[in-house]
């Protein structure tokens, strides 16, 4: 973990309101499902960095390399998507409770790249924004496969 982040948060803590340890309704579970994936595949399928408009005004990045708030982050987007114009993700599995989504997904950045493997997760907030989002990069000490 990095001493410092460039949004100010840490990876662990809850910044939405309610602050809270535990998942939201479970009647929640499908909207949630819907407005990440479908965020997700605008930004990341589609290379739309207008996706940003899902997110929350007080949008909270957990990633300690990425600045808090939609500005920054379109602009880095649009940053990876002109350094890697060849970039795909593949959704491989979504994973939904309440108002917590997780994408497990393979990112590659040009047809010969092996890629990794990253986990993206996201809290939704009840008007439907997302006002959350942490990853898990891949790392691994073994031999077996991502995917």
């Known amino acids: 973990m ?3 982040s460039a949004n100010g948060n840490d990876v662990f803590s809850t910044s939405s309101s309610p602050r809270t340890n ?3 309704p479970r009647w ?3 909207v949630s499902e819907a407005v990440v994936t479908g965020y997700f595949d605008r930004l990341l399928g589609r290379k739309d960095t207008g996706a940003v408009a899902a997110l929350a005004p007080e949008y909270h990045q957990h990633n300690p390399a ?3 708030g939609t500005a920054g982050l379109a602009e880095l987007f649009a940053r990876l998507f002109r350094q890697f114009p060849n970039l795909t993700v ?3 599995r979504v994973i ?3 108002d ?3 994408i497990h997904s393979h990112y590659r950045t040009g047809p010969g790249d092996r890629g ?3 986990v993206d997760i996201f809290r939704v907030r009840a008007d439907g924004k997302i006002v959350e989002h942490r990853d898990v990069p891949e790392t691994s000490a073994n031999d077996n496969t991502m995917f």
């Open 2 to 4: 990095p001493d410092t």
């Open 22 to 24: 535990q998942p939201g």
């Open 28 to 30: 929640w579970t499908p």
């Open 66 to 68: 990425i600045p808090n």
């Open 90 to 92: 593949e959704r491989k």
């Open 96 to 98: 939904a409770e309440g």
């Open 100 to 102: 917590l989504v997780a």
């Open 116 to 118: 990794q493997s990253v």
